[in-house]
């Protein structure tokens, strides 16, 4: 069983991304309940001690806790990386071994913002599943191209899960995936998150696309293939409940054009790692 009012959110950074996961953190915040406590556990990839002490001053504030987590990279060293997605992604796939005292989590990256109350999809009944996620906006082929044998060709992105780690320890699913990061590393074009989706497909709940809202479904870039899941994505653009910046389009970019980019940085500058917003540079 876990607590209601007792949620544990998880995410991965480095130094660089401290920033945006200190707007996170505050974005989660100032919208839960005032009875509601959040458990803060960061995956720590060499993040200064300068860093650690900003961002434990920005949760202070509302009586949260951060514990940072240490992994061990050994088990990482076979993963294929990228210039846009670290090896800090991959380190999720460890949460539930990470965590053994516990029964569920929710993953966040860090570049997201959440609008709304996080306890709505931390109470979800997540049945036999042994995650809840929202379907990814871009690659709806991805379980095709991999080659792999599955009932439903749902692909989800793995930037916000809602995890049953008992259930993960259970079948180690951890261990699962760093078998099949070994054996198919010709694979992984999106890296963690096919790794997790070969694992896992069938095993997921779909959460609606509002709980994850995607900058190609924000910026309007790509159309669902399905006339439902498009109705889907009007009601996420209209009424988002988490933000995320996946992509190349990030709100503290010069010249972003994402529609919560004055919102994030409403949010940063109430943490302690303000910036000003880029301006954008017009050409004579």
């Given at each position: 069983?876990?607590?209601?009012?007792?949620?544990?959110?998880?995410?991965?950074?480095?130094?660089?991304?401290?920033?945006?996961?200190?707007?996170?953190?505050?974005?989660?915040?100032e919208t839960k309940r005032p009875d509601t406590v959040l458990?803060?556990?960061?995956?720590?990839?060499?993040?200064?001690?300068?860093?650690?002490?900003?961002?434990?001053?920005?949760?202070?504030?509302?009586?949260?806790?951060?514990?940072?987590?240490?992994?061990?990279?050994?088990?990482?060293?076979?993963?294929?990386?990228?210039?846009?997605?670290?090896?800090?992604?991959?380190?999720?796939?460890?949460?539930?071994?990470?965590?053994?005292?516990?029964?569920?989590?929710?993953?966040?990256?860090?570049?997201?913002?959440?609008?709304?109350?996080?306890?709505?999809?931390?109470?979800?009944?997540?049945?036999?599943?042994?995650?809840?996620?929202?379907?990814?906006?871009?690659?709806?082929?991805?379980?095709?191209?991999?080659?792999?044998?599955?009932?439903?060709?749902?692909?989800?992105?793995?930037?916000?899960?809602?995890?049953?780690?008992?259930?993960?320890?259970?079948?180690?699913?951890?261990?699962?995936?760093?078998?099949?990061?070994?054996?198919?590393?010709?694979?992984?074009?999106?890296?963690?998150?096919?790794?997790?989706?070969?694992?896992?497909?069938?095993?997921?709940?779909?959460?609606?696309?509002?709980?994850?809202?995607?900058?190609?479904?924000?910026?309007?870039?790509?159309?669902h293939p399905t006339k439902s899941g498009q109705m889907k994505?009007?009601?996420?653009?209209?009424?988002?409940?988490?933000?995320?910046?996946?992509?190349?389009?990030?709100?503290?970019?010069?010249?972003?054009?994402?529609?919560?980019?004055?919102?994030?940085?409403?949010?940063?500058?109430?943490?302690?790692?303000?910036?000003?917003?880029?301006?954008?540079?017009?050409?004579?």
């Open positions: 069983m876990f607590d209601s009012k007792n949620i544990t959110i998880v995410s991965s950074s480095n130094e660089a991304f401290v920033p945006h996961l200190a707007t996170l953190f505050l974005s989660l915040l458990h803060f556990y960061v995956i720590d990839d060499k993040i200064s001690l300068n860093s650690k002490m900003l961002l434990n001053r920005t949760v202070n504030k509302y009586n949260a806790r951060i514990s940072y987590l240490t992994i061990d990279e050994s088990e990482f060293k076979n993963v294929v990386e990228s210039d846009r997605i670290p090896r800090t992604a991959y380190y999720r796939i460890s949460i539930p071994n990470l965590l053994k005292d516990l029964d569920r989590a929710i993953y966040l990256d860090c570049d997201m913002i959440c609008i709304e109350d996080i306890q709505n999809i931390w109470e979800v009944d997540l049945g036999d599943k042994l995650l809840a996620a929202v379907e990814d906006a871009g690659f709806h082929d991805r379980l095709n191209l991999m080659g792999i044998d599955s009932k439903s060709d749902r692909y989800f992105n793995s930037g916000m899960m809602v995890m049953d780690l008992k259930k993960w320890r259970e079948e180690k699913i951890t261990e699962q995936a760093f078998d099949f990061i070994d054996k198919n590393p010709e694979l992984l074009r999106f890296h963690d998150q096919d790794t997790l989706n070969a694992i896992l497909h069938d095993r997921w709940l779909e959460l609606h696309p509002r709980w994850n809202a995607q900058t190609y479904m924000m910026l309007e870039e790509k159309e994505w009007e009601e996420a653009q209209h009424d988002p409940a988490i933000i995320h910046f996946c992509g190349h389009e990030k709100p503290w970019h010069e010249n972003s054009i994402h529609p919560y980019r004055e919102t994030y940085f409403g949010l940063r500058n109430k943490t302690t790692f303000p910036m000003a917003s880029p301006t954008t540079v017009k050409k004579s």
